[in-house]
């Protein structure tokens, strides 16, 4: 695997059970590039979030409500691109176009906050942002979300 | 694409505490089921509740908002709550959602 751009797809329905499967390829890819255990495990988590995003919000017809019946036309592909040091991952889906400013403003951890205060929402953007160096979000028709990890130099002993 | 032990969870009842033990991955797909085994559990406020991770292998975004729910509402109800043996990679994502303070006492930092 030395030539740059090198693509892997993997089109899968936009169902939750199917998520691990892209954790599984992911893995198998990012392995084989030479990401340590520890950058795979944040890849998954990213990888994890985007997709859910797709099963839970692009589907659906009411703003935030989950898609109320399995539709087969209903699909997401994933696309592990590998760069000369780094690997990109897209996950994009044909659903609801989504607000992704609007979303990254939403995007924060729970530090500093009372219980009362306390909001799952806007955790899975928040941790896709700090487990991967890049991370952006197209909306055009559907949603595209591209992040990127750098490949630590060989010989950097972590 | 049934996997009948991808996430595991047994409860185990002690005098005045009661134990869940988690183990597997707990995703999207894992959740319903760790939501609605919680829900009783969350509601016995006469005995503290404990979560156990030492087997639990991955937690995304969707797990935390669920352990958010329980905080919460142990909260409201003024019962105690607490998480122990947390994988290392599993404190790493609670640590970075800021969520580790709600879930273990001063004394387990």
Do not use: W
Request: with cysteine.
């Amino acid at each position: 695997m030395k030539a740059n751009g090198e693509i892997v797809t993997l089109q899968v329905p936009a169902e939750a059970e199917y998520i691990d499967l892209v954790r599984l390829t992911l893995y198998g890819i990012a392995s084989k590039i030479g990401f340590s255990y520890e950058e795979i495990e944040d890849m998954k988590v990213a990888v994890s979030e985007a997709c859910n995003n797709v099963v839970l919000h692009a589907y659906s017809d009411a703003p935030n409500g989950r898609a109320s019946e399995r539709n087969p036309g209903h699909r997401m592909e994933i696309r592990f691109i590998r760069l000369n040091d780094a690997l990109s991952i897209i996950v994009k889906d044909e659903g609801r176009s989504f607000d992704a400013d609007a979303a990254a403003r939403k995007a924060e951890p729970l530090h500093g906050k009372s219980v009362g205060e306390l909001e799952a929402g806007g955790l899975g953007l928040y941790l896709m942002q700090a487990l991967m160096d890049q991370v952006e979000v197209h909306s055009e028709t559907g949603t595209e979300v591209v992040m990127t990890k750098r490949l630590a130099k060989s010989g950097e002993l972590a | 694409m049934k996997q009948p032990d991808k996430f595991s969870m047994r409860t185990e009842t002690q005098e005045g505490r009661c134990i869940v033990y988690m183990g597997g991955e707990l995703d999207l797909e894992s959740a319903a089921q760790m939501r609605a085994a919680m829900a009783p559990l969350v509601e016995l406020t006469d005995r503290e509740l404990v979560l156990n991770l030492r087997d639990l292998e991955y937690i995304d975004s969707t797990g935390i908002g669920i352990l958010v729910s329980v905080v919460k509402a142990r909260h409201a109800n003024e019962a105690p709550f607490t998480v122990e043996a947390i994988p290392p990679g599993i404190r790493k994502l609670f640590d970075m959602t800021g969520i580790t303070p709600f879930l273990i006492t001063s004394q387990q930092t």
